[in-house]
């Protein structure tokens, strides 16, 4: 039975749970509580399928400081982990790998250094690793966030497709954390100019938003990150999961 798979947001930073506003650092930043392990127990307990973990910390300072909380959530969850941040060359994929994750998200490395990408994506295999496409006006943005590159979205997902890559992630981080809903279209497009599987992250602020992605499912996009309105209670979570499991989003 096919559904959609609705994938709680663990971000991290400073070693606790965040939600930082689109992304942007001079916004206010969202505690959700000091200890990321008892989140991800949580989120287990609500019967979440997959977690996505994002290192903020590793995303700006390419630091490793939460490498041992990943680890801690990895052996503390029976589901499988996916991770997000700091990743610059093939050491940080191996280590951050050696924490029991099942993928790893990429971005800024495939931008900044393909070989070393190239590299990674031959080491791991495709089933490993997603590429993240993190946009601002149609325009791919980089190491956590801050950096415009200039490139086109769409082109930057075809050449990763050609590359062998098998998963995107797309967020509009205009969306991100504003709840004020998902940028569908261009999920669709790169659903559409991929052919691959896609996850859609972002703007999430009800159950009706998630049955309008369930519609999406024929185009490949399967899976859907929701932060803030799951924090937020703006549907229970058990409620959300028993629904999805029972067909009614099949």
């Not at 798979?5 to 971000?11: G, K, N, R």
């Not at 992304?23 to 949580?42: F, H, T």
């Not at 790998?97 to 990429?106: A, E, K, N, P, W």
Request: aromatic residues 8%.
């Amino acid at each position: 039975m096919r559904y959609l798979l609705v994938i709680p947001s663990i971000d991290i930073k400073n070693g606790k749970t965040v939600r930082v506003v689109q992304g942007i650092p001079e916004l206010d930043c969202y505690e959700y509580g000091s200890n990321p392990v008892e989140m991800a127990k949580i989120w287990r307990a609500e019967n979440a399928k997959l977690l996505h973990i994002v290192d903020y910390d590793g995303a700006r300072d390419h630091s490793r400081v939460n490498y041992p909380i990943v680890e801690e959530i990895c052996s503390s969850v029976i589901i499988p982990v996916e991770f997000a941040g700091g990743i610059r060359n093939i050491d940080d994929a191996k280590q951050i790998m050696d924490t029991g994750i099942c993928r790893l998200v990429i971005s800024t490395m495939a931008i900044e250094n393909p070989d070393e990408f190239k590299k990674v994506l031959e080491f791991f295999g495709p089933t490993k690793i997603c590429i993240n496409l993190d946009i601002l006006d149609e325009e791919i943005v980089i190491r956590g966030r801050r950096k415009k590159t200039g490139i086109y979205y769409t082109e930057f997902a075809k050449k990763m497709t050609e590359l062998g890559v098998e998963r995107f992630i797309v967020t509009d981080i205009g969306r991100n954390g504003v709840m004020s809903g998902p940028n569908l279209e261009i999920t669709k497009q790169i659903a559409l100019i991929t052919g691959q599987k896609v996850t859609h992250s972002g703007g999430v602020r009800n159950k009706d938003e998630l049955l309008d992605i369930q519609n999406l499912m024929p185009l490949g996009i399967d899976s859907v990150i929701v932060g803030r309105a799951l924090y937020e209670n703006r549907f229970p979570c058990q409620k959300l999961w028993r629904v999805a499991e029972s067909g009614i989003f099949n």
